[in-house]
């Protein structure tokens, strides 16, 4: 693909996302709220796009897109603040999903989590069941859509050097549970997973472990898919 749009395109893992993919000879547009960051975000070689997608309808957001061959959500709101996180990462989310949609677009990486699940078992009262329900909703809704969709789970997130290797739950790890990766892997593991198409339709819940990016996203394909 030649222009792939990154929502929530200050965030760290899109920053150096943007950067990998300008590197690969992509165009990048980066959406992001606060006009203050354009200079940084600019600095990756991305478009910056000043947009406020928790206020944007699905015309405003389709309009934004025109153009894209694929989109990754890489926003949230952060935590903190339930209602706000259900507006982002549900509401604003599912928005996109919808705006893809409409401009034509099929290709869809979502940012999530590892365990990510309608039955996440996180309690009411804890300060994370609001992103929980918020990550699982949109999710959902997403496997329901037409699109050409992946959703991302990383594991907790550091800021530590990349390693260049992950491990995926799956055939082989089924019980992979887990652990860290950095933020800098995830970057990669989304370039990688953008332009294959053997991770159409698939949850890539991973850590930091003993394989090559690049050989660890070919063997996503589950061996029960056709094709």
Not at 105 to 116: K, P, Q
Not at 156 to 174: A, M, N, S, W, Y
Request: no cysteine.
């Amino acid at each position: 693909m030649s222009s792939v749009a990154i929502i929530g395109g200050h965030g760290k893992i899109a920053m150096q996302l943007a950067k990998l993919l300008v590197a690969q000879g992509h165009q990048v547009r980066s959406l992001f709220r606060n006009e203050d960051h354009a200079p940084e975000v600019a600095a990756t070689g991305a478009t910056p796009v000043v947009a406020d997608v928790e206020n944007l309808d699905v015309p405003a957001l389709r309009d934004l897109l025109n153009g894209v061959d694929a989109v990754v959500w890489s926003a949230g709101a952060g935590g903190g603040n339930p209602a706000r996180t259900y507006a982002v990462d549900r509401d604003a989310a599912i928005r996109s999903m919808n705006a893809t949609a409409e401009q034509g677009i099929d290709r869809y990486v979502m940012v999530s989590y590892f365990g990510a699940s309608t039955d996440h078992g996180v309690p009411e009262d804890n300060s994370f069941f609001a992103y929980a329900e918020a990550k699982a909703a949109a999710d959902e809704y997403l496997r329901g859509t037409g699109l050409r969709w992946t959703i991302v789970g990383p594991s907790r997130l550091t800021d530590d050097e990349p390693t260049g290797r992950i491990e995926v739950k799956g055939p082989g790890h089924e019980d992979l549970a887990s652990d860290s990766v950095t933020r800098a892997d995830v970057a990669a593991v989304v370039a990688a997973l953008l332009s294959a198409d053997n991770t159409v339709g698939e949850f890539v819940q991973f850590n930091n472990g003993d394989t090559p990016i690049a050989d660890a996203v070919a063997a996503i394909k589950r061996p029960n898919k056709a094709g």
